[in-house]
């Protein structure tokens, strides 16, 4: 699966974050990497506790609440604390790799299993060259560059990068969710279910059809979801 | 789908097209709450929950909702907390953490809230630091009771800052001070320490400070701060400042400009520039020093104490006394980045100095004009003599180094290099006033009376006659390379090396008494070559905790004041040897910490005159050390209480080894040595009432204390503290006003000492700030 979710920020909220970033104590990526990813990781990110990604990750968690279908896409159970990064000058690229599949909080002492990565840009395209996310789907290579603002979620099984940044600076944010379904058919069949559902409960009202597939939808849930 | 999403090629997404409508739907649907997706409905409004986030930073994000967004970033630290996490002192930028010395960090934030105008204001805001009221009426900055040698070991953005101007804090980012022996660092000098002043750099945004503050004794100080992003990776910033006022609370009146200007370039990328432009220009008045007195004539001078019924801003010296002194300064610094890990920053610096100083000693005039004054017999009526003290010189400097930083593994463990070279050229000019038979003037001083501050006498300073008295040219290098090993997870061993090399010259030209030509002039050289080392132990068990050993040595040569003599150009340098323990702790979220440290630094061969008179050099036979315990913390104890606070207590100073013809007090075997109080520090605290409403409130004080080099017997200035308070009143994020009052209860106290008089610290001042920001 790979979605993209459009105004997950405001543009006030937006560029509130992109305030705060300005001369926040950026430190280098490859810290929080795993070794797999140590030898491609050439990127920046935020300390996790700094007052900046704190208040950027209030900013991003009120963003998702507010999201329909962000929880319809992802039904998350645990969401792994979210981070700040910045591509850009000679710390610029982020090479192929597969995200770990468990991370460990060492604050909560809490596992998440990341079943799915979320990527939420926070700076404009027409900001910065290169710096596309490119995910190794079954389609093939997707790339993705999103207005500041949006989200990009996709499976945390797939083989990704962030290409250089040629020009300006990227500013993301980004995170794991650990769903309460966690195999990736059955969460999309999930979602294909619901959103079609709702067109029809839109067109048609609730209906005894929608209530049927509602029930449906309730009852793969409770076959597959694990709370 | 909405316009605004950008494909950088097709297909982009593989978007799964009922999705993509549901989207669009739900997007609709979210806005009257009419209908939500399934999962939603199971979901929503639990993510702060789901997500894994610490008590602390829950809590903030929480507030976030409900509170005026605050952009607190550590890297802008400086502006908004009194707390600072890395310092350049070390060269290059570093944890505080991993340098295993003690450093006081005094952030703009701080230097604002409490009003410090000068760098002498912000040093007297910390412990460990006195002052000698020295002849040349410099500020002769004693840190851990160790002249830092004229302030020869002042330092602007890591290079040295002669000692020629009165410096003012408008350019200041923060001020560092690094305590103990630091010649691995900075090359000669340091044996008390070093202080670093760090200019505010170009950042990339747009932002416009502009403050006005008027206050008492008719002050009026404008300040603006315009920074300029002018690319993405460019900014301008420019710093402006000019001050006025009749008197700064301690005798000398202020008039004073300045301006900066930095201009970087590729800000972040793999090269970037840096141009600088630093002016200041000082037309400031001085107190030269009120005299001490005798409670009554009779009474040993071990008596000696302070004229405690005049006011601290009582001025006695003329109208036309003048502390004038200009620098300009002119710097590129370019820096390269090979990696993430490893960079080469070169910098080369321009500066002019020019000092014209004339002003005058106070003292009671003699038994001819009335009886010898005590406290008992002291009144308005009593009469000053003004004497004559000028000091006219210019200084030359050029100074280059190049430093390069690089962290990498080898050997199994990880290394951070740090290591560079650095070349430096000073000229001194020193100007002597020629008397009345060598052709110049003698301008008489009318005497004044206690009651009578401020007689607005004048003399015309300009009919002097000066010529050039003595020429000093120093040329030196430098190269050092330290590294900090990660022998184990907890444990990092620190070891630095450097060779000094320095050429020194000096010429005087002598005059005859009794005629204008011809000229003597007399030559001497000597040539320096050292070693300095530091070695340290860091044992950081947890990211808060950071405990260090550390061992640094240094040297200063005979060349510390600008001057040689037959004896002194022969002579080999003083060195000095620093011991510490010490501990860096950090609270649980990081935003307080506080800072321990054990010292002891002797100064191992200190000069002396031989007795026998026949030397060509002096002896380097005496010894002496101090010892003690510093605290600092910093940070906020609470989201609306932020603490600042610096305490020094050093029960030891002691002169170990002297020459047999030592007499003085402070230099005699056994003695304390003056300008070395048991007990110093300062304290600031400020709480957050309301988002608009904000106080603070802060004490500065020091044990009692001796003046240096005095015949026996010694007295001492009283102890003392003084109190200083501060509101603000922020309208909003563009408008705020400050009010200050330092000195509360306007407590007079000597704050530099000599052993002929003493110059007050300043009394009570209110000053009044209103701060622009656009």
Redesign the interface.
């Known amino acids: ?7 997950i920020l405001t543009p006030d909220e937006v560029q ?1 974050a992109q ?7 950026w430190t ?1 990526g ?1 810290a929080s990497a795993g070794s797999q990813a140590q030898a491609v990781k ?1 990127n920046e990110q935020l ?1 996790h ?4 990604a ?2 950027i ?3 991003l ?2 963003g ?10 992802a ?8 981070r700040v990064n910045r591509y ?4 610029n690229f982020y090479g192929p790799h597969v995200d770990n599949a468990v991370r460990f ?1 060492p ?2 002492g ?1 596992r ?1 299993r990341t079943d799915i990565s979320c990527t939420l840009f926070l700076t404009e ?3 910065y060259d290169g710096g ?1 996310l490119v995910i190794q ?1 079954s ?1 093939g290579p ?6 500041a603002g ?1 989200l ?1 979620l996709y499976a945390g099984t797939s083989v990704h990068q962030v290409e250089p940044v040629t ?3 990227r500013l993301a944010c980004f ?1 794991w969710i650990e769903s309460m379904v966690r195999s990736q058919e059955q969460r ?1 069949l ?3 279910l ?6 029809l ?2 067109q048609h009202g609730e209906t005894p059809e929608t209530t049927g597939l ?1 029930g449906t ?2 009852n793969l ?1 409770r076959m597959w979801a694990d709370t | ?2 316009r ?6 097709k ?6 097209p ?2 993509q ?3 669009n ?3 609709q ?2 806005s009257t709450y009419t ?14 929950a ?5 008590p ?2 829950a809590a ?3 507030q ?2 409900t509170l005026a ?1 605050v ?6 630290e400086g502006k908004d907390s009194l707390r600072a996490t890395t310092t350049s002192i070390g060269k290059g930028k570093q944890e505080l953490r991993n340098i295993p010395q003690s450093i006081t960090v005094v952030t703009e934030k701080l230097i604002n809230d409490r009003n410090l105008d000068t760098l002498k204001e912000v040093l007297h805001s910390t412990a460990g630091v006195t002052f000698q009221a020295a002849e040349g009426g410099e500020e002769d900055i004693r840190l851990r009771g160790f002249s830092l040698a004229s302030t020869g070991d002042i330092f602007l953005d890591g290079m040295r800052d002669p000692a020629f101007y009165d410096r003012d804090t408008f350019n200041n980012d923060r001020i560092e001070l690094l305590r103990g022996s630091a010649s691995m660092l900075f090359g000669r000098g340091s044996t008390g320490g070093a202080v670093n002043q760090v200019s505010k750099p170009a ?3 747009d932002e416009t400070e502009i403050t006005t503050t008027v206050g008492n004794h008719n002050f009026r100080r404008l300040t603006a701060d315009f920074n300029i992003k002018t690319a ?2 460019a900014a301008l910033r420019i710093n402006g400042m000019y001050t006025q006022a009749t008197n700064n609370g301690a005798g000398s009146s202020i008039d004073k400009d300045g301006l900066a200007a930095n201009y970087r370039f590729g800000i ?3 090269d970037e520039f840096s141009a600088s432009l630093y002016s200041l220009d000082n037309r400031n008045g001085m107190n030269y020093g009120i005299p001490w007195i005798k409670p009554k004539a009779s009474d040993s001078q071990s008596a000696n104490t302070l004229i405690n019924s005049l006011d601290p801003s009582a001025y006695f010296g003329m109208a036309s006394d003048q502390n004038g002194g200009n620098a300009n300064m002119g710097s590129l610094a370019h820096i390269h ?1 090979f ?3 490893t960079e080469l920053k070169t910098q080369i610096r321009k500066g002019r100095f020019q000092r014209d100083q004339r002003a005058g000693t106070v003292r009671f005039a003699g038994t001819g004009v009335q009886p010898a004054v005590d406290l008992g017999n002291f009144s308005g009526s009593t009469v000053f003599a003004r004497g004559t003290q000028l000091k006219v010189q210019d200084m030359d400097t050029l100074n280059f180094q190049s430093d390069l930083s690089s962290k990498f593994d080898a050997l199994g463990v990880g290394h951070e290099v740090v290591t560079g070279v650095d070349f430096s050229r000073e000229e001194k000019i020193v100007y002597s006033a020629l008397s009345v038979a060598q052709g110049g003037v003698n301008l008489v001083k009318p005497n004044t009376t206690a009651g009578r501050p401020d007689d607005g006498a004048s003399v015309d300073e300009s009919l002097r006659a000066f010529r050039e008295g003595s020429n000093f040219v120093a040329k030196a290098y430098g190269i050092y390379a330290q590294d900090l090993v990660q022998i184990a997870p907890a444990w990092k061993l620190l070891g630095g090396l450097r060779y000094d090399s320095m050429k020194g010259n000096y010429s005087t030209y002598a005059v005859p008494t009794a005629a204008t030509t011809p000229v003597t002039t007399t030559s001497y050289q000597q040539n320096i070559s050292n070693w300095s080392k530091r070695f340290g132990v860091l044992y950081q068990p947890n990211p808060l905790h950071s405990y260090h050993f550390s061992y640094g040595t240094s040297f200063n040569t005979s060349a510390d004041t600008y001057s040689y003599n037959a004896n002194s150009a022969n002579t080999d340098p003083e060195s000095s040897e620093n011991i510490e323990f010490g501990a860096k702790l950090d609270s649980a ?2 935003r307080f910490n506080t800072r321990l440290a054990i010292f002891r630094s002797t100064k191992l061969n200190e000069r002396n005159t031989d007795p026998d008179t026949a030397a060509t050099r002096l002896l380097l036979s005496g010894k002496r050390h101090t010892a003690g315990l510093e605290i600092d913390v910093s940070g906020r104890i609470t989201d609306a209480w932020e603490m600042w606070g610096s305490y020094m207590w050093m029960p030891v100073a002691r002169v170990d080894k002297a020459a047999s013809t030592a007499t003085t007090v402070g230099n005699r075997v056994g003695d304390r040595p003056g300008l070395s109080p048991k007990h110093s520090g300062s304290f600031w605290n400020t709480y957050q009432f309301t988002p608009a409403i904000r106080a603070g409130v802060g004490i500065n004080f020091r044990s009692a204390q001796s003046p240096a080099d005095v015949t026996a017997p010694a007295w001492e200035a009283p102890s003392y503290a003084t109190g200083d308070l501060m509101a603000e009143y922020t309208v909003n994020d563009q408008l705020s006003f400050k009010a200050n009052i330092n000195n509360v209860t306007n407590k007079l106290y000597a704050d530099a000492l000599y052993r002929g008089h003493y110059v007050p610290g300043a009394g009570r001042i209110f000053q009044l700030a209103m701060t622009a920001r656009f």
């Open positions: 699966m790979l979605l993209h979710i459009p105004h509130y305030g705060l970033l300005v001369d926040a104590p280098d490859r050439n300390p506790d700094c007052e900046a704190t208040q990750r209030a900013l968690l009120r998702l609440d507010r999201n329909p279908t962000f929880f319809s896409a039904l998350p159970k645990r969401v792994f604390t979210p850009s000058g000679i710390s909080a604050d909560t809490q998440v395209p027409e900001a596309e789907d389609a997707q790339r993705v560059k999103l207005p949006s990009v020009r300006g600076a995170f999309q999930l979602f294909d619901d959103t079609h559902l709702l067109r409960r839109q509602t939808y309730h849930l | 789908m909405s605004r999403i950008h494909f950088k090629q297909p982009a997404l593989a978007l799964i009922s999705a409508a549901a989207i739907t739900a997007a649907s979210t209908m939500l997706p399934l999962g939603a409905m199971l979901l929503a409004g639990s993510m702060g789901m997500a894994q986030e610490t602390g930073t903030s994000a929480a976030a909702k967004p952009a607190v970033t550590e890297q802008a950042l990339l945004k993405d990776d972040g990328s793999k980045r990696g993430v890990d979220d990081k």
